[in-house]
């Protein structure tokens, strides 16, 4: 029987919308229905699928600023960075769509015929998405997924449903056949899960939490069922005293305050060289002040609230009263789960904000000696995806990113994510890469054929 789940707008509390739960049973359906026209998808010319996925990122562009308001009702996410995140599910889309004409295999040379590979597709494909980036996660899933020719069955976070079941009808407009593509909310524990025991689906494409990423990756173990993994993050923004220390300054609180810190490449330390940590300690101070927390549907608005109440009592439990906050900035009172950016400094190393990964707007800075001091810093976590480096020093920046143990790494600038390059996690933030020219091979089997000629 499937169940009623309210959604609620997290800057106001009010309930927004109701949406059914599916249960194991209706999930088993819709896999037995994507299981159903796999045939046909798979059939379906290179061209062809090109050009669908074509229609269907121009029909998610038609539909960015309806995408965009309704990320905002249901996520607190500001409406210029949710115009963003519409905009980067377009964009995959249309990236990949680029794929169906140039899944490439090889010709190898051997002995006695001739050796082709193929690039099949795996088959049905189950994502689970986390409720932090609702769109553009799923998108980075199912555009190289559709694009190699699987049919995709999707579950949205339970609190965050509303975009993904949007962009499924919007699917659906743009041509994409009838359960190619299948939205299917309801909690983790029972349709993700579900996606893990049937053994018709061929692959989980994974993001949340390390916790649940584990279960996951020990559920796929029982089938061999193949997996990718986009877990949690501590990434560091490693500020040299040689650097740009204005423009470091200035971009720090985005780094890590950008979707009120729920972001797995929050850059939730930053590592100050020792001569330089007085001066960017001023200048990050005004810089977090001036960090407009307000209203996400507000135009100016630069930071919105946490995505609920169990969120913030998490986040909450990195400020203990007695914890040393530097300063902080400021957040609306009243309804929503707002919590303000805040700075803490000096924290012990063994702290929990030194050590755990936060997603909030908690920020721990802590200061280092030299190169070595500030990599052997870095490194001292079980995650490894994102980060930055700040220096004018050429040869120091190849290093430092030669040397630490992340997945992506950026000289001189924040950014994490681009979707022409690709995306993922060293250690425990996860197994596999997304986006960029190679995610498609995360989708495909790899197919061997030989065939004789004869002597
Ligand atoms: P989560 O609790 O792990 O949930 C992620 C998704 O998994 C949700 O859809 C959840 O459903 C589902 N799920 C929960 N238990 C499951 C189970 N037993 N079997 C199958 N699916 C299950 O993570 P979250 O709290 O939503 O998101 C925060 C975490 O995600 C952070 O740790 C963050 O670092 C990580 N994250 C990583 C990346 C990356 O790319 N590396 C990106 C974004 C977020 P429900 O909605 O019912 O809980
Ligand atoms: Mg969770």
Not at 86 to 97: C, H, P, Q, S, T
Not at 276 to 300: C, G, H, N, T, W
């Amino acid at each position: 029987m499937s169940t009623a789940r309210a959604v609620v707008n997290p800057a106001t509390e009010e309930v927004i919308a109701t949406v059914s739960q599916l249960d194991a049973q209706d999930t088993d359906e819709a896999v037995a229905r994507s299981a159903a026209v796999l045939p046909a998808w798979r059939a379906v010319s290179p061209g062809d699928r090109a050009r669908l996925l074509r229609r269907f990122a121009e029909a998610v562009d038609d539909a960015n600023e309806e995408l965009a308001r309704l990320e905002v009702a249901n996520s607190g996410h500001t409406i210029s960075n949710a115009r963003w995140e519409a905009g980067n599910v377009r964009d995959v889309l249309a990236y990949y769509a680029g794929a169906p004409e140039r899944l490439f295999g090889r010709q190898i040379p051997v002995s006695g015929g001739v050796d082709f590979t193929f690039r099949e597709p795996i088959g049905i494909v189950g994502i689970v998405v986390p409720w932090n980036f609702p769109m553009p996660i799923a998108s980075w899933g199912f555009g190289p997924a559709l694009a190699a020719g699987n049919t995709v069955v999707l579950k949205p976070a339970d609190l965050t449903p509303l975009t993904a079941i949007r962009i499924g009808e919007l699917a659906l407009e743009a041509g994409i056949p009838e359960h190619v593509f299948q939205v299917l909310p309801g909690r983790g524990s029972v349709v993700g899960w579900r996606f893990v025991t049937n053994p018709a689906i061929g692959k989980i494409c994974f993001t949340g939490s390390t916790d649940v990423g584990q279960k996951i990756m020990a559920g796929c173990a029982e089938q061999v069922k193949r997996v990718t993994l986009e877990l949690g993050g501590k990434s560091a923004n490693i500020i040299f005293a040689d650097s740009d220390l204005e423009a470091a300054a200035a971009s720090a609180p985005y780094a890590v305050f950008d979707n009120a810190g729920q972001d797995c490449c929050a850059r939730s330390r930053i590592l100050v060289q020792a001569g330089a940590y007085e001066r960017f300690m001023e200048l990050f101070e005004s810089a977090v002040k001036s960090v407009r927390v307000i209203d996400p549907s507000d135009e100016q608005s630069e930071m919105g609230p946490l995505i609920s109440a169990e969120q913030r009592a998490a986040v909450s439990c990195f400020v203990p009263d007695d914890a040393p906050v530097a300063f902080r900035g400021s957040a609306p009172e009243g309804a929503g789960f707002w919590f303000p950016p805040t700075v803490l400094a000096p924290v012990p190393l063994q702290s929990p904000a030194v050590r755990e990964e936060i997603f909030g707007p908690v920020v721990a800075v802590l200061r280092f000696e030299d190169e070595a001091d500030a990599i052997r810093m870095a490194n001292d976590t079980p995650y490894g995806l994102s980060g930055s480096i700040w220096t004018r020093d050429l040869g120091r920046a190849f290093r430092v990113a030669r040397a630490v143990e992340t997945g992506t790494i950026s000289v001189n600038s924040n950014s994490s994510v681009r979707y022409w390059t690709p995306f993922g996690g060293f250690k425990r933030s996860g197994i596999g890469r997304e986006l960029g020219p190679d995610a498609l091979e995360a989708f495909t089997e790899l197919k061997n054929v030989f065939v004789a000629t004869g002597s």
